[in-house]
């Protein structure tokens, strides 16, 4: 089974700030995948990262995957209310593995 | 296209009960996932089928728990003698054909075992 780990575990700031969160492995990814949870409901993909060094933007959203494939952030300029969740990263081909997220929540 | 749909959206049971619940993937992936996620956690994989095929199962699922694909288009996920262990959320994904990275997931089924 191929980990990843999630930094911070939780993360929570005012409305307008930048925040990071991390993904972490040892292991090296043809590709990783980037979810937001909200309580109740499924993960939602954000992104799909596949070659090393990438950088993917989604409005106030930056995704980038590590050189060798092995790590990934999610960047998030202002944020709003709106972007609270819980932000998963996944990889692994048909058999996902997840980390443990980090739960995000942006006060306003 | 309405997503990947699930139902039910919750269900509570009581131990030893069995319960069955129902994934309707994307109509045009004929990949299918189910995944269970515990609180807290992130999701984990259980089994995949491509179209009516179950190609791989995870030690997780036990011999209590049984899926099924049988057009190759719907599935079910069968826990037979539900254990309080048991009560977490039930996750279906689907893919297209050879993008199995790229999984879309639904809104999950809530199990509670009293």
């Known amino acids: 089974t191929q980990l990843l780990e999630q930094s911070p575990q939780f993360l929570s700031i005012q409305e307008g700030e930048n925040l990071t969160v991390y993904c972490n492995s040892s292991s090296v990814f043809s590709s990783l995948q980037w979810y937001r949870q909200e309580p109740g409901e499924g993960p939602v993909l954000l992104v799909t990262?596949?070659?090393?060094?990438e950088v993917k933007k989604l409005k106030r959203l930056t995704f980038q995957f590590g050189d060798a494939r092995k790590d990934s952030s999610l960047h998030i300029t202002a944020a709003q209310p709106g972007d609270t969740g819980l932000y998963l990263c996944a990889g692994g081909g048909h058999k996902l593995s997840f980390g443990a997220g980090t739960t995000v929540t942006v006060r306003a | 296209d309405t997503g990947v749909s699930q139902d039910p959206r919750h269900k509570i049971t009581k131990r030893g009960q069995n319960v069955t619940f129902r994934c309707d993937p994307i109509?045009?992936?004929?990949?299918l996932y189910w995944y269970r996620q515990t609180l807290g956690q992130g999701p984990e994989f259980l089994t995949y089928?491509?179209?009516?095929?179950?190609?791989?199962k995870s030690r997780l699922l036990s011999d209590r728990f049984s899926a099924e694909r049988p057009k190759g288009s719907f599935s079910t996920l069968e826990i037979q003698r539900t254990e309080q262990g048991d009560s977490a959320m039930y996750l279906c994904a689907s893919s297209f054909p050879f993008s199995t990275d790229t999984q879309y997931f639904g809104p999950g089924t809530r199990l509670t075992v009293l």
């Open positions: 990262v596949v070659t090393g060094g």
């Open positions: 109509s045009e992936h004929n990949r």
């Open positions: 089928f491509q179209n009516e095929a179950q190609l791989e």
